[in-house]
């Protein structure tokens, strides 16, 4: 059972409280190049980051374990079911379906009154459908680059395939600009919600992959965008929930039937938290983090 379940501690100051918290235990989906590893599950990610703020504030006790999906034990608890997982033992409850996930955790938060869940549709409007767009684009530009041994510029992409990469773009200038607009550390204020604990973990799936699968990056132009990541790459729930650079990249290349070699399963895993020169330079420079050190 050891080497199906794999616990990933969540660090906490040791405060006890009279009030006894509620026990989630959330289980993501391993690595498929170690289960000892978290994988790039994106909905595993969503939901660790909102329980981590839950955690975070003292309102429920956490535990995040890894699974590993095809072993037998994980088949037989499970009955078929696919992680992200949840289960509160105090309520005898195990939930297996998105929706119901989200509901407990939103219940959780509005009881405790953590504004998680406040709604913003001219938020909704700028990030729905950006993984998509972006998946659309990593398919065709996946597909006409096959036998190539360099992925194929911009230039040199039929317009079929740059208008996936056009719209991307658009959209990745929209929520730049709302950032710019509202000058705020995330998309509703100083506090995390639920739209940065979706947006957070695709923005970043979307470097990863756009870096070594596509030959694209975030336009370095786009400086609020960018001081945005950098956000999440200084918050908590999202550090301890992001997968290695090395797992991301193994996720997307199964699920593009793209050949893995042994080299790649055997790297160090490293996590990309860091940002460009001349974006910090250019964030530095706009007053956006005065702390920043350009190197």
Not at 117 to 125: G, N, Q, Y
Not at 165 to 174: A, G, H
Not at 256 to 285: A, C, G, M, Y
């Amino acid at each position: 059972m050891a080497d199906d379940y794999q616990v990933q501690p969540i660090n906490g100051n040791g405060t006890v409280t009279e009030t006894p918290k509620p026990l989630l235990e959330l289980y993501v989906k391993a690595s498929g190049i170690d289960a000892r590893r978290i994988g790039a599950d994106l909905f595993c990610q969503e939901f660790w980051m909102e329980l981590y703020a839950l955690y975070e504030i003292g309102v429920a006790r956490v535990e995040v374990k890894t699974v590993n999906v095809n072993s037998e034990a994980f088949k037989k608890n499970f009955l078929g079911a696919q992680p992200p997982i949840m289960i509160e033992e105090e309520k005898e409850a195990t939930y297996t379906d998105n929706r119901e996930i989200e509901g407990r955790i939103f219940h959780l938060a509005k009881e405790y009154n953590v504004p998680l869940f406040e709604k913003d549709p001219s938020v909704e409007k700028r990030i729905e459908n950006l993984y998509r767009n972006f998946k659309l684009f990593l398919r065709a530009k996946v597909d006409f680059d096959k036998g190539k041994k360099i992925p194929s510029t911009i230039d040199e992409m039929p317009a079929n395939i740059k208008v996936h990469y056009n719209r991307v773009c658009e959209q990745l200038s929209n929520i730049d600009q709302l950032l710019g607009e509202r000058n705020s550390r995330y998309l509703l204020g100083d506090s995390m919600t639920e739209y940065d604990c979706e947006l957070m973990p695709r923005l970043h799936h979307i470097r990863i992959i756009g870096q070594s699968l596509l030959g694209f990056d975030i336009p370095h132009n786009f400086t609020f965008l960018w001081n945005y990541v950098m956000t999440a790459y200084r918050t908590a729930a999202f550090i301890e929930s992001c997968p290695a650079d090395q797992d991301i990249i193994h996720h997307y290349k199964e699920q593009l039937n793209l050949f893995t070699n042994q080299r790649e399963t055997l790297q160090s895993p490293t996590k990309t938290h860091t940002i460009p020169d001349r974006v910090l330079t250019d964030i530095r420079n706009k007053g956006l983090a005065p702390d920043v050190n350009v190197h």
